[in-house]
């Protein structure tokens, strides 16, 4: 139900932008974003977005990323810019509090590859 894009390979110092789109019967989502994990890591906060605007990043990425969302088509986007090899993820596309069909609860997307080459 997340479906996620715009994920690949950029060198440093360059910008990717994701989007994530949310389908189904949706009723209500409280907020959207995304979280990245390395392998063998946890997984760590990117942004988070409410369906009023309020965001929080994670120290990692601020003044870095982005986030901004479209309330209407159920989607996210997360622009990075600045990418560093450390940013190296795999981006994963988050719906908390999500009402589908009557029922609430928390949606992952199935990840996206970022790949900063330095």
């Known amino acids: 139900q997340l479906v996620e894009a715009g994920g690949g390979l950029v060198q440093a110092g360059g910008s990717l932008r994701l989007s994530c789109a949310a389908s189904?019967?949706?009723?209500?989502?409280?907020?959207m974003g995304w979280y990245r994990q390395a392998p063998g890591k946890q997984r760590e906060l990117v942004a988070v977005?409410?369906?009023?605007?309020?965001?929080n990043y994670g120290d990692s990425v601020k003044g870095r990323f982005t986030i901004s969302r479209d309330n209407a088509k159920n989607t996210v986007y997360l622009q990075m810019d600045s990418l560093k090899p450390e940013d190296t993820r795999v981006y994963y596309c988050?719906?908390?509090?999500?009402?589908?069909?009557?029922?609430?609860?928390?949606?992952w997307g199935q990840g996206t590859q970022v790949t900063v080459s330095s």
């Open positions: 988050v719906a908390l509090g999500m009402v589908v069909a009557g029922a609430d609860g928390d949606y």
């Open positions: 189904g019967s949706i009723t209500k989502i409280n907020a």
């Open positions: 977005i409410t369906g009023g605007g309020s965001t």
